[in-house]
T-cell receptor
Framework: SAVISQKPSRDICQRGTSLTIQCQVD?????MFWYRQQPGQSLTLIAT?????????ESGFVIDKFPISRPNLTFSTLTVSNMSPEDSSIYLC????????????FGPGTRLLVL | AQSVTQLGSHVSVSEGALVLLRCNYS??????LFWYVQYPNQGLQLLLK??????LVKGINGFEAEFKKSETSFHLTKPSAHMSDAAEYFC???????????FGKGTRLSVIA
């Protein structure tokens, strides 16, 4: 299975600032995703990170707020822009790999607290 | 459209007792189904996946799940709970490799000594 690392693992930020989260996977994968998990909640898909092109955002998420890059097959970044306390969440990078069927794996998450 | 319903946001069992976490899905085509576990302050770990090869799927840590098409269910079980099983469990469904996973709301499992 893919091994996924995320940086930073956690951060405390002031409102109005931006934070960029990095996701690195140890092997080539077919798809990369970014999820948000608000406290005590399930996972919500933010966007699919597309290599070399603009990410595909889910309803309720926009590029200006959550710009995403994916310069190659194993690396992606998510920026949380102009943060507010409502952005306090766990942000998870996820990848798909073909193992029989497409199987999805998750990184350890980035725990963000916005004051 | 796909959806997943996990019955019971919180399940509490005694150590050594049977664990049963319920998951029902809705899908217009044959689904791929997954169970993930999230330990406190960690990411999600894949427990097991249904690939249509066998209806009874065995996963890690002694967990298994049975796919029942007639009941549109994919319940997760473990014969004997251990304290280390205390975690949040998520059921997820997708139709294909290009369709994002849809997650249930999760079930928090507590194990009482």
């Amino acid at each position: 299975s893919a091994v996924i690392s995320q940086k930073p693992s956690r951060d405390i930020c002031q409102r109005g600032t931006s934070l960029t989260i990095q996701c690195q996977v140890d092997s080539q994968v077919t798809m990369m995703f970014w999820y948000r998990q608000q406290p005590g909640q399930s996972l919500t898909l933010i966007a699919t990170a597309n290599q070399g092109s603009e990410a595909t955002y889910e309803s309720g998420f926009v590029i200006d707020k959550f710009p995403i890059s994916r310069p190659n097959l194993t690396f992606s970044t998510l920026t949380v822009s102009n943060m507010s306390p409502e952005d306090s969440s766990i942000y998870l990078c996820s990848v798909r790999q073909r193992q029989g069927i497409e199987t999805q794996y998750f990184g350890p998450g980035t725990r963000l607290l916005v004051l | 459209a796909q959806s997943v319903t996990q019955l019971g946001s919180h399940v509490s069992v005694s150590e050594g007792a049977l664990v049963l976490l319920r998951c029902n899905y809705s899908s217009s085509v044959p689904p791929y189904l997954f169970w993930y576990v999230q330990y406190p302050n960690q990411g999600l770990q894949l427990l097991l996946k249904y690939t249509s090869a066998a209806t009874l799927v065995k996963g890690i840590n002694g967990f298994e799940a049975e796919f029942k098409k007639s009941e549109t269910s994919f319940h997760l079980t473990k014969p004997s709970a251990h304290m280390s099983d205390a975690a949040e469990y998520f059921c997820a469904v997708t139709n294909s490799g290009n369709t994002p996973l849809v997650f249930g709301k999760g079930t928090r499992l507590s194990v009482i000594a």
